[in-house]
């Protein structure tokens, strides 16, 4: 069949790839073959927007060889000669770089072409992974054009990347090329700078050698300053070269640099959390307060709906900004098997039952983890047989919520009281627990659900923290985890534990280590052992402990901070203003939007209380009066 409408693939290009081009090609613009057999839907379905096409959009597409340096473009359609005024003689062979060049003989990219996106773009590239989003392309005659650029990756059978396809949804682009927004300054190098950091022209050609006095780092355009420098550093860091002189103030203030900060620092998954909230506040602010927790207070949310029939023992875990819940034990250790919703994004929040085609057995004393955004994950806990350690997958934003069990070759013991959390929005990780017979376990496993076929595996260890149930687990560094607290096994007893521990996951050979935390200075105390505690990863990677089953007169409203990344941890008490929990035992906690943490449910020594949320806010939620810091 031939591909009527598109540009000629580069002449030499041999048959499998020229048959590979044809079929990628035909797939993203609707085309095809015959019929087509339907394919027999997969156990984790795909997201409704995993398709190649944009409909009734004509798309420019452009594919690009991954196996070779710097992805030379091999094909391009019509619709990308006639939206980019280039020939398809004039791009193969060439990176797709050039439409960031107003003029065909640039050598560097427009100033206005936000440098964040190039950078992620090339961190997709490099990592294999897809990428979405906008970026400012310019005509063969320099009229400027949004590119709505979609980059996926086309693997071999052996999983390699092979090649790269780009669908480009080209719209006229309504901004003021004479207006100045990246960089900042234009600096040359016959300026120099007085004490106050202040610029003035020099008369004359002057060598910049005669200005040796001049600090050599200024001298660097703003581009290398901002993108090889400042975005390498952590926002309080920041902050603080920020008083060097006005250039590099100037420069701080920058949202682009800020965001950049922040996405380095905290990775992308965390900064497109935020997104929404720097709306309000700005990447400057919003990262001074999760930095310096300056306006972290409690409040207490009212929902409306109830989580009915009352239940103890449940699990929870947020999808977004969604709190969702599953199972539980009910009246007389009844087990479980509902799901609830609660949609922090409407106008007025309540819980609503999800109406799903089947659900998991019931139980209680299992986890609830999120993947992907919209995928929920059950594993383990008490159900009407007995322990289970079975894994089911409900997708959230399904047509028709369905929970699959998910089958991975040989699970993990049957157990309850474990913990668990996901890495990198892929991998569940389950640790620790208690048998059917009452035996605590020290065993870790890891499960990559983005796989066609998920399979368990287990951590291999020399070296294990002493075996113990109740306690947490916390995501930092992307796949570093702190393990904290629970009741854990002591020679022939079995003692609540204040001890934390570390080990990433993506070592070749992972490694557990004890944290010798030191007491801060400021509100510095350890916290008292505990289990049946929650954890919660802060943005900036910090980790808060609250609550829990304590021995003792101690409270267990107190909030305690750590950063496991430190080389030298230290515990501090945060004094958080506002109204808290009066309970904080057998509660849920659950991170929403980066920036809010929702507890629920609880003890508070006498009945089980279910339907009331509090809400600790680690940013303003009001409109700041300044938007600078």
Same mark, same amino acid.
């Given at each position: ?36 057999? /339907? ?90 992974? /897809? ?79 005669? %200005? ?10 703003? /581009? ?104 539980? /034990? ?17 106008? %007025? ?68 009281? %474990? ?211």
């Amino acid at each position: 069949m031939a591909m009527e409408g598109v540009g000629e693939p580069a002449k030499g290009l041999a048959g499998k790839k020229r048959k590979f081009v044809k079929e990628t090609v035909d797939a993203a613009e609707g085309g095809g073959g015959g019929e087509a057999e /339907e394919e027999e839907e997969s156990e984790l379905p795909l997201r409704p927007y995993e398709s190649f096409n944009y409909p009734l959009i004509p798309s420019a597409i452009v594919v690009s060889d991954a196996l070779e340096p710097d992805f030379p473009i091999i094909y391009v359609n019509t619709m990308f000669e006639l939206f980019t005024g280039y020939r398809a003689n004039e791009v193969l062979g060439r990176n797709c770089r050039f439409l960031q060049y107003r003029d065909p003989h640039a050598q560097r990219r427009h100033p206005l072409v936000d440098p964040v996106i190039v950078s992620e773009i090339r961190r997709c590239l490099e990592a294999g992974v /897809e990428f979405q989003g906008e970026l400012l392309n310019f005509r063969k005659d320099g009229t400027p054009l949004v590119n709505r650029l979609r980059l996926s990756p086309i693997r071999a059978d052996g999983g390699t990347v092979t090649h790269v396809i780009g669908i480009q949804i080209f719209s006229e682009a309504k901004i003021d090329l004479n207006r100045v927004s990246y960089p900042v300054f234009k600096e040359k190098c016959q300026q120099q700078s007085d004490i106050s950091g202040k610029y003035s022209p020099v008369s004359g050609l002057v060598s910049c050698t005669q %200005h040796q006095d001049t600090c050599g780092i200024l001298q660097l355009s703003d /581009e290398v300053l901002a993108h090889n420098i400042l975005s390498r550093l952590t926002p309080r860091d920041v902050a603080s070269v920020g008083s060097v002189c006005r250039r590099i103030r100037q420069l701080t203030k920058n949202e682009h640099v800020r965001k950049m900060v922040c996405q380095n620092t905290w990775g992308r998954e965390v900064t497109g959390t935020l997104e929404q909230m720097t709306r309000k506040l700005g990447w400057g602010r919003l990262a001074r307060e999760l930095t310096t927790l300056e306006a972290v207070s409690w409040r207490k949310l009212t929902v409306g709906g109830a989580v009915e029939p009352s239940r103890c023992n449940f699990s929870a875990c947020a999808a977004g900004n969604r709190l969702v819940l599953f199972g539980g /034990e009910g009246v007389n250790m009844q087990p479980m098997d509902d799901t609830f919703v609660l949609n922090l994004d409407a106008e %007025h929040p309540e819980w609503r039952r999800v109406s799903v085609k089947s659900s998991p057995p019931g139980r209680w004393g299992h986890t609830l983890s999120c993947l992907n955004g919209s995928w929920m994950v059950v594993f383990g806990g008490c159900g009407r047989q007995g322990l289970l350690n079975d894994v089911f997958v409900l997708d959230l934003d399904a047509k028709q919520p369905t929970w699959k069990e998910v089958s991975g070759g040989t699970p993990p013991l049957p157990r309850s009281w %474990h913990s668990s959390c996901t890495v990198e929005g892929s991998t569940l990780v389950v640790s620790g627990g208690c048998t059917e017979a009452g035996v605590l376990l020290s065993d870790m496993y890891l499960l990559d659900l983005m796989k066609d076929k998920p399979v368990w595996r287990e951590v291999p260890t020399s070296w294990a923290p002493p075996s113990r149930l109740g306690h947490s687990l916390s995501v930092y560094g992307r796949t570093k985890i702190l393990m904290f607290g629970g009741l854990a096994k002591s020679g022939h007893l079995q003692l609540r534990s204040g001890e934390a521990y570390t080990i990433d996951v993506e070592d070749e050979k992972p490694k557990w280590r004890q944290i010798e935390c030191s007491v801060g200075s400021q509100n510095g105390v350890a916290p008292p052992p505990r289990l049946d505690h929650v954890a919660v990863t802060m943005p900036c990677g910090r980790i808060i402990i609250f609550g829990g089953s304590i021995a003792g007169l101690h409270s267990p409203s107190q909030l305690f901070l750590i950063d496991p990344s430190e080389e030298k941890p230290s515990w501090r008490i945060l004094n958080v203003p506002g109204q808290p929990p009066k309970f904080a035992w057998g509660h849920s906690t659950c991170v929403v939007g980066g920036t809010r943490v929702l507890v629920l449910g609880g003890h508070t020594g006498e009945e089980w209380i279910l339907n009331e949320l509090h809400e600790l806010c680690l940013a303003s939620r009001q409109e700041p009066q300044d938007p600078d810091p």
